[in-house]
Each structure stands twice: as C-alpha cells, then as structure tokens.
C-alpha cells in the first residue's frame, strides 16, 4: 500500500457538559490509504464524531486531541481555518444522510451541481450545464434531463442521495467520508447508492470512509471494517475475515443481527443491554456488561487495541479483548 492519505493516532473528541464531560471518541488509531474503510457501531458509538473530528466540524462544546491527526502530512489539530476551508471544499468530502439538509431547497438540482462546478472548474454556465447533466448520467440517474430540473423536494431520497454524490465528486476529492449516507433509504434503493459510490470510488481513485449501524451494508462496500463501541475502535480486520470469523464478541454480535449474511440465521437476534453513557466510565472493557463470553479481567483492566494472540499471517488484524491477550 502507498503512503496512507490519513495517520490517526490515539484520537480523542470530548464533549463539556452541565453533566460533566462525554468522551465520545476515547484514543482511535487507523490509517487509511487508496481504500474504503467501513466503520460500523451502535448510535452514539462516536462514529460520526470522528468523520466530523476530521474535518475540524466538532462543535463549540467539543476539543479534539491525538498524537497524531494528519492528513497528506497536514496536521489537521494545528492546519489553520483557511487552510482547513481548502481541505473541505476540495479534498476531503462529506455525504450525510439526508440531502434535505445539504441541498438548497429553491433551487433546481441540476443548478446547483452546475453551478458547484462552474466555481471549482472556471468553466462557462454552458459547459458546466453540459457537465452536470453527465455527471447526473454518470451516478446512474435514468433521467438526468429530468432530474436536473427537478427541485431538492421533487426528488426521491434516492436520488436526492445519488444528486448529493455527484455534487460531492466535482472537486475531485482525495477522501469521501459518508456518513450514514443510504441509512433513509429502503434496501433496494441502499444498495444502488451504494454501488454508485463504489463506482465512482473505483474510478476516481478516492479513498472512502462510509459510516454505519448495518454491518451488511458495510461488508458489501468495504475492504476493511473497524467496529466501533463506545468511543473506541474494538475489532479492524479486512472484511472478509470480520465477516467469515469477527473476533471481538460485539462484532459476532453485530454480525448475526444481520439477515442473511449467515446461512442457518432463523431469526434475528439483538443485542442485549444499552451502550454505556460515556459519562464518568468505569475502568475495564465498556462491553464487559452485555458480553456473553466476559471474564473476570474484563471488569478491570481495560483491553487494548491489538493484533490478537496466535494471529498468523495477516498483521492489518486487531482486537481489543481480553480473550485474545
Ligand atoms: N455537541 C455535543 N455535545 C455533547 N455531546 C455530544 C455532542 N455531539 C455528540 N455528542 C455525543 O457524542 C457521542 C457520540 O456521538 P456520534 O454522533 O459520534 O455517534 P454515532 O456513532 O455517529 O451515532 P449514530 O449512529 O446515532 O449517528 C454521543 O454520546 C453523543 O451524544
Ligand atoms: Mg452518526
């Protein structure tokens, strides 16, 4: 693998609050390189909070801190606002859930994409029309003439995702972080957005960082997966190893509540217990209360994100549980 595009090392994002302070990323390390991550965990795992952590959009309450946050040999804690309005504009990009919020609701779709790349390429308005209306094509809208004069509420969720995406690829950017970006949308519609972005990733070469709770779609996009809990990165493996032996208890747990990804699944099974407020934590593993296989160690000592013991081969393997020390 060449260079990695981002070294995160030991990443934390704390909130202050009238209740005390939230530590809702606590020492995340990755790095990532021309590939898609998948980053998957339960609501409030702090997902989110480390995509926007990249970005600098932590909120006023919020401070972030690492041993390391670069990106392309920028420090991302030290780079300054201006310099930080170039990397979000041009470089590193974000898809978030619902388009609602990210497109201007009076103006036409097809406008805005055009107009988006009017700004950023310097073209002509006719050039950048041309220009928006392939790119419509090229997210796999049936209709781009359609769709570009259709307004934000005219479209499908779907395509308002897929007009998001296609805005999102004109600056080129060399990292597409997607926040949840299908989680509005039914299975059928998820998996074409999906398979959008997989395309356009494959030809332009962008690393991509896609944030969810469904592990089935991850594993779908993904080559590697990191399986967040509580505020800490628990299980990173190549996919196909998360999926055919996740090591972590709460990525097994993860896994069989996804329909079909195992054959002999019959019906779909929770997750016991409620994550952990990140408020005042105890010592020892956050998942030690709803874990099905935990130890006496797990209430005490705090297990680290490492290769797991007897791992042969594959060294991208790592594993914070007291069942692999
Ligand atoms: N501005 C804020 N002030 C206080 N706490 C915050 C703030 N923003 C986020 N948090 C807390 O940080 C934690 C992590 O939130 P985050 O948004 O990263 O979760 P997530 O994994 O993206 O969840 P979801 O799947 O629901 O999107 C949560 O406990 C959340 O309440
Ligand atoms: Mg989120």
Redesign the pocket.
């Known amino acids: 693998m060449s260079r990695p595009l981002l070294n995160v090392e030991n990443l934390s994002v704390t909130?202050r609050?009238t209740k005390g302070p939230?530590e809702?990323v606590r020492g995340v390390s990755f790095e990532l390189g021309r590939e898609k991550l998948g980053i998957v965990?339960e609501?409030?795992?702090?997902?989110?909070?480390?995509g926007r952590a990249i970005l600098r959009l932590t909120?006023a309450?919020?401070s972030v801190a690492a041993d390391r946050f670069d990106f392309d040999g920028i420090d991302l804690l030290a780079a300054s606002e201006r310099e930080m309005r170039r990397i979000r504009g041009n470089r590193i990009s974000m898809i978030l859930q619902d388009p609602k919020y990210s497109l201007n609701p009076v103006m036409k779709a097809g406008d805005q994409i055009a107009e988006a790349y009017r700004v950023h390429h310097r073209t002509g308005r006719r050039a950048a029309r041309e220009r928006a209306i392939e790119m419509l094509s090229s997210v796999l809208i049936r209709e781009p003439e359609r769709v570009y004069h259709s307004y934000p509420h005219e479209l499908s969720g779907g395509m308002g995702q897929r007009v998001m995406i296609a805005m999102m690829m004109i600056p080129e950017p060399d990292i597409i972080i997607a926040d949840?970006p299908t989680s509005a949308l039914d299975v059928v519609v998820q998996r074409q957005v999906m398979t959008t972005l997989g395309r356009l990733q494959k030809e332009t070469g962008a690393s991509v960082i896609l944030v969810g709770?469904d592990m089935g779609l991850i594993a779908q996009f993904a080559d590697t997966v990191g399986v967040?809990y509580a505020g800490k990165l628990v299980d990173v493996a190549p996919i196909k190893q998360m999926v055919e032996e996740p090591l972590h208890p709460y990525s097994q747990l993860l896994l069989q509540s996804v329909p079909g990804l195992e054959e002999k699944q019959e019906r779909l099974v929770g997750i016991p217990g409620m994550p952990p407020t990140?408020i005042n934590l105890p010592p020892g593993c956050l998942f030690q209360p709803r874990c099905p296989q935990a130890i006496p160690t797990c209430s005490q000592v705090t297990p680290v994100l490492q290769s797991p013991a007897g791992n042969t081969g594959a060294g991208e393997r790592q594993v914070a549980c007291h069942l692999y020390d």
């Open positions: 909130y609050t939230i809702a965990g609501s409030g795992s702090g997902k989110s909070q480390t909120a309450n919020g949840e709770h967040m990140l």
